[in-house]
């Protein structure tokens, strides 16, 4: 057996700690997940210019940034995770870097709609190749006892990318309406293309950096049976309709969380300039610093609590936190999105922010719970397809036609992101709640050897 397929003892025999090279793994994997996220997110801080130039409407160009980027996705998920759970995972992520990389800097060279959309198509794999790879890896390399922190690490490269799609792209921008930059073989180029050319080609070297230093680690098993050998695609589809109604209220719930990151993700920006009448730069630099300070901090600091929680005897913490945060969310958006004071406005939508990041580093670590080892590749893959296909893929075209249609003037992208995120959030805290006491079964049954 090849060394990637090869098993080990259950995760209670690896040692207590992380290790150097242990950290090295997350750490790069971290930048990895920037890069991600901040190729993915640019797009945000971009749209009304691109609009303009364009002569898109809403509608449309929500479909660049989220039903392209999920179309590849969907295309792209099922594939990567099953290589996931039976090949090396190393290559796949380094793969889908530099993939992703050259589709990032081909958004900057597009001249038409349809050429932008071909382009955000490719971005998909980022996150299809990436996502299952990186969370079935960690399990393979932290004790139990850290895995909530460690995904919480991993989780930060959404928070820290999407600050510096923010800050970058607010800088780029800035940079080239001042400098008029011309490239060669180009000639004079948009500002907004410059920012795409340029969050694009430094995720190249990063994929090499990966290739050529990142070893696959040799993947630990739990106690399921189930762990014995890679399974097959009926077997892993047999046991999410065995637990059907436990996978689909909660990966429903967790869509909910989805809905409402990527709402502000894609839409916050132009709230901002249009309602409240800031200038890019200045919505770089709140978001840009929302996310990567008090976004990374929620994570951090979910994860740390989790931590806390599991090792005090409350397993189902990781989930738990999800479930108490909204109780702080849908408060601080619903101001975020009809406060007419700006200073109110933005205060309300960082803290909502920070709220909503303490269980983004948690949803890998539910998935994980609830799912035996050799099959947590396609697992994630499942959920993220999920996440990804509400939360950027549909999300912010309903809440553009909402805002098109149902509202007016230029307040209407603040209700509509108010009536979208209240109802989603609602949602998650129900569909969760009524999931939980399933979820701490099927975890401890996993632990008893139950498929």
């Known amino acids: 057996m090849s060394a990637d397929l090869s098993l080990t003892g259950p995760a209670a025999e690896?040692?207590?700690?992380?290790?150097?090279?242990?950290?090295?793994?997350?750490?790069?994997?971290?930048?990895?997940?920037?890069?991600?996220?901040?190729?993915?997110?640019?797009?945000?801080?971009?749209?009304?210019?691109?609009?303009?130039?364009?002569?898109?409407?809403?509608?449309?160009?929500?479909?660049?940034?989220?039903?392209?980027?999920?179309?590849?996705?969907?295309?792209?998920?099922?594939?990567f995770g099953r290589w996931a759970d039976t090949r090396n995972r190393r290559n796949i992520i380094a793969i889908g870097i530099v993939l992703w990389s050259i589709a990032t800097v081909m958004c900057g060279l597009a001249t038409s709609f349809w050429g932008l959309f071909v382009a955000r198509m490719f971005v998909g794999v980022g996150e299809a190749s990436t996502g299952p790879s990186g969370a079935s890896m960690i399990p393979d390399i932290v004790p139990a006892e850290r895995r909530s922190l460690a995904m919480a690490v991993l989780a930060c490269g959404l928070t820290i990318g999407g600050g510096l799609a923010f800050l970058l792209g607010g800088y780029f921008v800035q940079w080239a309406?001042?400098?008029?930059?011309?490239?060669?073989?180009?000639?004079?180029?948009?500002?907004?293309?410059?920012?795409?050319?340029?969050?694009?080609?430094?995720?190249?070297?990063?994929?090499?950096?990966?290739?050529?230093?990142?070893?696959?680690?040799?993947?630990?098993?739990?106690?399921?049976?189930?762990?014995?050998?890679?399974?097959?695609?009926?077997?892993?589809?047999?046991?999410m309709r065995k637990h059907a109604a436990l996978f689909t209220m909660m990966f429903a719930g967790y869509c909910g969380f989805a809905i409402n990151g990527y709402a502000y993700n894609v839409w916050g920006p132009a709230y901002l300039g249009r309602v409240h009448h800031m200038q890019a730069s200045e919505v770089g630099l709140l978001l840009g610093l929302a996310f990567a300070i008090t976004g990374t901090g929620g994570i951090i600091l979910g994860g740390m609590i989790s931590d806390w929680l599991v090792r005090r005897g409350m397993a189902d913490a990781p989930i738990r936190i999800g479930v108490w945060s909204v109780y702080a969310q849908i408060p601080l958006f619903l101001a975020a999105y009809t406060v007419p004071e700006t200073p109110v406005a933005a205060t309300c939508l960082v803290v909502g922010m920070f709220v909503s990041c303490l269980m983004a580093g948690q949803q890998i670590v539910m998935v994980q719970m609830l799912t035996p080892s050799r099959m947590r590749g396609t697992m994630t893959a499942v959920f993220l397809l999920c996440a990804n296909v509400t939360g950027i893929g549909i999300a912010p075209?309903?809440?553009?036609?909402?805002?098109?249609?149902?509202?007016?003037?230029?307040?209407?992208?603040?209700?509509?992101?108010?009536?979208?995120?209240?109802?989603?959030?609602?949602?998650?805290?129900?569909l969760i709640s009524l999931a939980l006491p399933a979820a701490r079964a099927r975890a401890a049954a996993l632990q008893r050897d139950t498929p």
Do not use: N
């Open 14 to 79: 690896r040692p207590a700690r992380i290790g150097a090279y242990g950290w090295y793994v997350i750490v790069t994997l971290l930048v990895a997940g920037v890069f991600s996220f901040l190729d993915r997110m640019i797009l945000g801080l971009l749209i009304d210019p691109i609009k303009a130039e364009m002569s898109l409407s809403d509608t449309e160009v929500s479909l660049l940034a989220g039903f392209a980027f999920a179309s590849c996705y969907i295309l792209f998920a099922f594939p």
């Open 177 to 239: 309406k001042e400098a008029q930059p011309v490239l060669p073989l180009v000639g004079q180029i948009a500002p907004w293309k410059i920012a795409f050319i340029g969050v694009g080609l430094p995720g190249i070297l990063l994929g090499l950096l990966i290739w050529a230093t990142i070893r696959e680690p040799v993947r630990q098993r739990t106690a399921s049976a189930l762990d014995t050998h890679a399974p097959s695609w009926a077997e892993v589809f047999g046991y």
């Open 397 to 430: 075209t309903v809440i553009a036609l909402i805002s098109d249609h149902v509202f007016s003037g230029p307040q209407a992208i603040g209700y509509a992101l108010a009536t979208v995120t209240s109802l989603a959030l609602a949602s998650a805290f129900v």
